[in-house]
């Protein structure tokens, strides 16, 4: 998310070679390393001690033949999400169309596992590659390696020393559309529901336009929280005092939509010196102010509290924090 922080020493490498000699650099000065992919799901500190590293590895590189009934495609982890999943759809590749126009690269998409409109960015992967910060060894993690799960992955983890420099996605030809999503099945209904995964990512495209603020204008980083899971009987309570609780059930939990409960606590569209939380999302933390990292979080840690005090439920942040 754009907002007003200064870096000790920055540097962009376009190779796996140049990312190497960059933590070299850091390793012979004592710099700490922060890696920035799009940067779109980070939020910096008014000063960021050390180096940061703005990976821009390029290339896309077909391994299978596309006439078998999968293909595997290796993606260098600095392309830019959206023009990837463009890409895909233009080859006849099928199963991303419905994580268009999601902000930020290849590479940051397994960390937290992007996911929107009843699809995780997981159903694609075969594998990721990656390189180890402080030893340089380099490791393709098979997708059971990951540990993937609801915007969480072994590379979400405190103190994960992984890089991702690129990631081995699998397309099968057969891939089922995925339309199930209340406001998208409504609109490919409209237009006779077309089989065609193309259609499905434009009509993504116009609802994330139409609800959710596009970061080259209002920055912002998507949604600021998760949406909480909470147990069988926590859901019940809730239920009975509030009867119109959003909420999914989530295996033997349930899921409840955080922006509901950031709604009903008066947060949607209340701006406060400059950052509040999105007037047609409420999930979504915008920043035109182009305020501090510490003004933005210190604005999350109201929202936090109003939710916990009224609802008895910890939001947690989804960005992470860079100082
Ligand atoms: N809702 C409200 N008020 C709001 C927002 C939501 O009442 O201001 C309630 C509505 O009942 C709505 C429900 O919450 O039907 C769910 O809202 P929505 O479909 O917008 O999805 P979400 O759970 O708020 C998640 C992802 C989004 C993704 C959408 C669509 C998380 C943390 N966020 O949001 O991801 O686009 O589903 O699939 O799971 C992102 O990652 O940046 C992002 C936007």
């Not at 990656?130 to 983890?157: E, L, N």
């Not at 949406?227 to 009867?243: F, H, I």
């Amino acid at each position: 998310m754009a907002c007003q922080s200064q870096a000790d020493h920055y540097v962009a490498v376009q190779s796996v070679d140049e990312l190497q000699e960059a933590l070299a650099y850091a390793r012979g000065h004592r710099l700490a390393v922060h890696i920035l992919g799009g940067g779109s799901n980070l939020v910096f500190a008014d000063k960021v001690a050390g180096l940061v590293i703005h990976l821009h590895l390029l290339g896309k590189e077909v391994l299978g033949s596309q006439e078998a009934d999968h293909c595997l495609v290796k993606v260098a982890a600095g392309e830019d999400w959206h023009r990837f999943v463009r890409w895909t759809l233009q080859q006849g590749l099928r199963g991303l169309e419905n994580l268009s126009l999601i902000p930020g690269t290849v590479g940051a998409a397994p960390i937290q596992n992007i996911g929107a409109y009843g699809v995780e960015v997981e159903s694609c992967i075969h594998r990721v590659e990656a390189f180890h910060q402080a030893d340089g060894t380099q490791h393709s993690f098979a997708k059971s390696d990951c540990v993937f799960g609801y915007r969480d992955s072994i590379f979400k983890r405190q103190g994960n020393p992984w890089i991702i420099t690129a990631v081995i996605f699998q397309f099968f030809q057969h891939t089922p559309l995925t339309p199930e999503y209340a406001e998208l099945n409504k609109r490919w209904l409209s237009l006779g529901a077309p089989d065609d995964p193309l259609v499905i990512s434009e009509l993504v495209c116009q609802i994330r336009q139409e609800k959710l603020p596009d970061p080259k204008d209002v920055p912002n980083s998507g949604s600021f929280f998760k949406n909480p899971l909470v147990s069988n009987a926590d859901y019940r309570r809730l239920k009975q005092l509030y009867p119109k609780l959003v909420a999914y059930p989530a295996g033997q939990q349930w899921k409840l939509a955080a922006g509901w409960l950031i709604q009903e606590t008066g947060w949607k569209g209340n701006m406060h010196n400059g950052v509040g939380m999105y007037e047609k999302q409420a999930l979504v933390l915008v920043n035109p102010g182009k305020k501090s990292g510490s003004e933005v979080l210190k604005y999350a840690q109201l929202v936090k509290a109003s939710v916990k005090e009224k609802f008895g439920v910890l939001l947690e942040q989804e960005p992470v924090v860079i100082r």
